[in-house]
């Protein structure tokens, strides 16, 4: 009979914090008593938990499980905001699974001997490595080896409960991740010069609403020399597929043979379809199914988020993008909407409008829509995020939905309001922004090949997200898991991009006065080197007395401000909240100093406009991102009969 109880509570620690331990569910067997091992061990992470991380929402992890509430991840189509807070979570909270090793070497009084590394950190981020190194780097599995064939795995599991047998959970883990896994064996047995490997493989549940896991502590052991496939899918058409893109066609659909295969359709291309400059590779098509079949919680996108401080933005991708040329393609077409905006190239440091209007005389940047309206009469300033989102593209199924076609494979421009004024509204300045993106994108495509390129990661997430859905459903699929095995090219994409600080001049509404731009990456540039080098950074509370100090009461948005911050001393707010108060500090100091340092040459021939009549305004920065989720568009696609033609 098995009994359950609460052995002990003890703290363990890590890093600098603490772990919070609890032994729960006693072995079962003949002969054992009360002092039995325990067979499941609670260990819980929230003393060693950043709390003032930023997540996708620009939200710090602590507001996110605060509003989450225990709350576990909720049945499709149920409590969508939970949904919502455990996507948000899932990236940053993912990485927590190295504190099972530690708690689990507390319980044997000893950690093992060798002592074993994490496999995921033999590869360095954005160094050329199997595709499968990402999910290990950011503990989807963690998987330790001692370098001579013992291997420790840590596998999630559904079937991790307190009630369960341990070793079994742990078997039946392994077994539904082996398709995984098994090429993370095959290099492992490569390294050890084919020996076998001894197995020792934990399984545990997160539970990260509760910043917690219940991990197995008796482990299943095995000795493992095949790795080949124990299921019965058939085999992917690598040299197919490696084929097609070597003749440089363009991806238009697919549809499922007998037998579980994947015929790929394509048309000529000219030039080929490629990205970043190169043609599409079988490690792209790696990197699209890691993405949406591995990616986790989060669905595959790309953005320029909040940061602690206002002179730089955080670089977020969903599905495990980083590092790749897809993201890499997503970052740069989310910069060129600062271009969109302004007119200017962060990456080149230069003023493109007249370049962009060599080619495309009607282009007209954000501002200058902003400007020529009449009706901008009154705003000093507007925050808006200029996205590209799925919405245009067009998929077609067939009713059993085993053929894919692209009607369409285009993103689509669409922007949202940051700030409060107005919310929910959308500009006529901002909407005519957006409908000449769209109107005129293979014009702006020339110019900006990244914008093309936009098109090929559109049809491979797609292609992806189609065979997903075709497996839910039930048809036969080969083993993709297969390409998690190919090689990545070197690729690391930045973690974090400057803000574009820039002193803009607009004249009066409906004004037909030249927009100036300035930008002030120099400013930018200052305000990184003062910033605290550590993470976490300086305590939230001394970084806000800090910011405070920054403020000009001579100006009055600074002086209530302070006044604000000032009355936040008698407050209980959280540290998030008082980071928040510290970059709402940060943004009017950093502003006050563009506003205030404008090259000598720029203030004359602003003074010249300003005696002539003209009342000049600034605009604050726009920042864009990317939705990368297909989902929507195959829900639009199904029942849609189409007959494909061509090679």
Partial sequence: MR????????????????????????????????????????????????????????????????????????PPGERPEDATAHQLLDPLLEPYAFVLPDALDWFAGAPPDPLPVELG??????????????????????????????????VPSPHATEQADPERAARQAWEEAWPVLRHVCAALQREANAQALR???????????????LLGVRPWRTSLRETRATDDRPALDLQAWEAFLRAGLRLEGARLVEGGGIELFGSPSEPPPGLLGEPLSLSDLAVAYRAVFHGGRAEPYMSLDRALAP????????????????GLVSL????????????????????????????????????????????????????????????????ALSPQGDVLAFRRAR???????????LPGAVPPWTRATVEAINRDYDALASAFPELADLDQVARLLSLFSWLRLARDEGQGL??????????????????????????????????????????????AGALARLESPWDPPLPARERLRRASELLDPRFPEHRALREEIARSEAAQLTEGELDLLAYRALRLAMHQRVLSAVPGEVQESLRARAQAGERLRVFSVGIGGLDLDM?????????????????
Avoid at 121 to 139: M, N
Avoid at 199 to 213: C, D, G, K, S
Avoid at 332 to 345: A, Y
Avoid at 411 to 421: G, K, L, N, W, Y
Wanted: aromatic share 8%; proline share 8%.
């Fill in 311 to 326: 002179h730089a933005s955080l670089v977020l991708f969903g599905g495990r993008l980083r590092d790749t040329r897809i």
């Fill in 121 to 154: 950190w033999l590869w360095q981020p954005g160094e050329r490595q199997p595709a499968w190194a990402e999910l290990l780097r950011a503990r989807a599995y963690l998987v330790e080896s001692d370098g001579a064939g013992g291997v420790r795995v840590f």
């Fill in 199 to 213: 197995l020792v493989v934990h399984a545990y549940r997160h539970e990260p609403e509760r910043t917690r896991f």
């Fill in 3 to 74: 009994r359950t109880r609460m052995a002990q509570r003890r703290r363990w620690p890590v890093r600098g914090a603490v772990l919070l331990l609890s032994l729960v569910g006693l072995g079962s067997g003949p002969g054992e008593g009360p002092d039995a091992a325990p067979a499941w061990l609670w260990v819980d992470y929230a003393g060693i938990l950043h709390g003032r991380a930023l997540t996708h929402s620009g939200e710090p992890v602590e507001t996110v499980l605060a509003r989450l509430g225990g709350r576990p991840f909720p």
């Fill in 411 to 421: 993103m689509t421009a669409a922007s949202e309001r940051a700030d409060a004024e």
């Fill in 631 to 647: 989902r929507a568009a195959l829900r639009r696609a199904r029942g849609r009969l189409v007959r494909l033609a061509g090679s």
């Fill in 332 to 395: 740069l077409c989310d910069v060129r909407f600062k271009t969109f905006s302004q007119g200017w190239d962060v990456l080149r440091g230069s003023d493109l409008r007249e370049r962009i209007r060599a080619a495309l005389p009607g282009f007209r940047t954000h501002l200058e829509h902003l400007a020529a309206d009449p009706g901008s009469a009154g705003f000093a300033g507007q925050q808006t995020r200029l996205w590209f989102y799925p919405d245009d593209v067009e998929l």
């Fill in 478 to 523: 080969p083993d993709l898991d297969v390409l998690l095995a190919l090689e990545l090219p070197e690729l690391r994409t930045p973690r974090a991009f400057p803000q574009l600080l820039a002193f803009d001049a607009l004249p009066p509404p409906g004004g037909d006065g030249p927009v100036v731009v300035v930008a002030r990456d120099d400013v």
